[in-house]
């Protein structure tokens, strides 16, 4: 509750493999380089984050396959509708 009195929350997610092509290379997660098992790693956090970070979010969105002006573009639009702003 207290993320939402400081703003919108915006959930952004993805496919396992999305995640995995994203994050394998990347020394700045360290919860995520320390194992053979990357894949399993990603499930054992989302298992245990997801529920959390669902139970918090406005507004969810899968950007697993879209472009980051895409994914963008539909986070405006879902806050113009939260908060009835005009286009």
């Known amino acids: 509750d207290h993320l939402r009195q400081l703003g919108y ?5 993805a496919d396992e493999d999305t995640i995995r092509r994203r994050v394998e290379h990347n ?4 919860l995520l ?3 053979e098992n990357l894949p399993g ?3 054992s956090l989302l298992a245990i984050r997801r529920p959390l970070y669902e139970a918090t979010a406005q507004f969810t969105i899968d950007n697993s ?3 980051r ?6 986070i405006v639009e879902a806050a113009r509708k939260a908060f009835g702003w005009q286009s």
Do not use: H
Request: hydrophobic share 45%.
């Open 9 to 13: 929350v915006v959930l952004l997610t």
């Open 27 to 30: 020394a700045r997660r360290p």
């Open 33 to 35: 380089q320390s194992d």
């Open 41 to 43: 790693n990603i499930a």
């Open 65 to 67: 396959s879209l472009t």
């Open 69 to 74: 002006e895409k994914a963008a573009g539909l």
